[in-house]
């Protein structure tokens, strides 16, 4: 059931009902209560398939749709999801197996590397690579073997790229990003994010690579098997990366529930204890209170007074939610969202150093983005 806070931050019935269908799995009770939300409201079914697409869970929006068959859902829409959601599908499949071939080829290599999000995420959390919608391959490998294993992808017709979103903080070498590679295979079809740590910009996030490594855990296809991230580390992760995008997608709060409740025997001490230990316990907090309130992920007693007990984290959890349904294209030169974007960056980073670098490169960015907005608007001659 959404609770009240959820319903007053999120007033359209179209995103509310993503909420009840942004899951892996629902159940009777949660058909019924999905059932008679759609009884009580009138549904923009068009607008119900394209955010869910551009949040990342028509796949699970679908196969629940499918279930509940309102006579108000167009039949068409029906099938053009039905087409986008296989076509993903079928993506997904094609580089869950490039994922496993790589780390075949890297750990030949003698380079230790884990895979994580993508088909990693969608095994351990999401019943196979169909069930989450995902873009490229993300592979972390220790600083000593990050450019052996970005000469591997080389030798196997992958081309490095230059990404716009790094450009600014490139190292060594043209094609370097802050913190590793993006590459693309020859024909386009399959992105790989190389790393060679985690790290959140202008933050004590950091989790080291042979930590990571120590604690990991195995994942495989039939015959083959790569390494990923503990459930532990997973939910710093993820968090984190939240963080980094403001929790401006729906699939990121869905794979943090997903994962929350497929982990057996989560060991929450630990996971509180390294949060605390790189000052990042509101980070977690705002994750767990989204994942919870919009999506129903269950907490357990104590970790539940924990999350609560932050009361700039449920307000930071609410200004999240009252913008995430809200489309900007690329940018929003408006005074609100420039209140959200910094209000949100500064409430989570707690180091006052954190804050002011935070602070210079919003503005730097936003500026260099007003121009290009305004010089994009500015009709030719």
Request: charge should be positive.
């Amino acid at each position: 059931m959404l609770t009240e806070r959820v319903l007053a931050a999120v007033p359209r019935p179209e995103h509310q009902l993503l909420f009840l269908l942004a899951r892996t799995r629902i159940g009777e009770a949660g058909y019924a209560e999905a059932r008679q939300f759609i009884a009580n409201h009138t549904i923009d079914w068009r607008s119900v398939v394209d955010t869910a697409r551009a949040h990342g869970v028509l796949a699970l929006s679908y196969k629940h749709l499918l279930a509940l068959r309102p006579e108000s859902l167009p039949q068409d829409l029906i099938q053009t999801s039905k087409g986008t959601v296989m076509t993903s599908a079928a993506r997904n499949l094609q580089m869950a197996k490039e994922t496993i071939r790589i780390a075949e080829l890297m750990s030949a290599a003698g380079i230790e590397m884990l895979t994580f999000k993508g088909a990693a995420l969608a095994l351990l959390a999401f019943d196979g690579v169909g069930g989450r919608q995902f873009n490229d391959i993300d592979l972390l490998v220790s600083s000593a073997d990050l450019v052996k294993a970005k000469n591997l992808l080389l030798e196997q017709q992958y081309v490095a790229i230059s990404s716009p979103e790094h450009r600014s903080m490139q190292k060594d070498d043209h094609d370097r990003s802050y913190q590793g590679y993006d590459l693309v295979s020859r024909d386009g079809r399959i992105a790989v994010d190389l790393q060679e740590r985690f790290g959140l910009r202008f933050s004590s996030f950091d989790l080291s690579f042979s930590e990571l490594w120590a604690r990991r855990q195995t994942i495989g296809l039939p015959d083959s098997r790569a390494m990923t991230l503990s459930f532990e580390d997973y939910i710093l992760v993820l968090s984190a990366h939240g963080t980094q995008h403001r929790w401006g997608r729906l699939k990121w709060v869905s794979d943090l529930a997903e994962l929350v409740i497929r982990a057996p025997d989560l060991k929450w001490n630990t996971i509180l204890e390294r949060a605390k230990a790189m000052r990042t316990e509101r980070m977690v907090r705002v994750g767990l209170l989204l994942a919870h309130e919009a999506l129903g992920m269950p907490l357990t007693a104590e970790v539940e007074r924990w999350v609560y007990s932050d009361a700039t984290a449920l307000k930071v959890m609410q200004d999240v939610l009252r913008w995430m349904f809200i489309e900007a294209s690329n940018f929003d030169p408006s005074l609100p969202r420039a209140l959200f974007d910094y209000g949100f960056d500064l409430s989570v980073r707690p180091r006052l150093n954190d804050k002011i670098q935070c602070v210079i490169f919003l503005t730097r960015r936003r500026l260099t983005r007003r121009v290009r907005h305004e010089t994009a608007d500015r009709p030719t001659a």
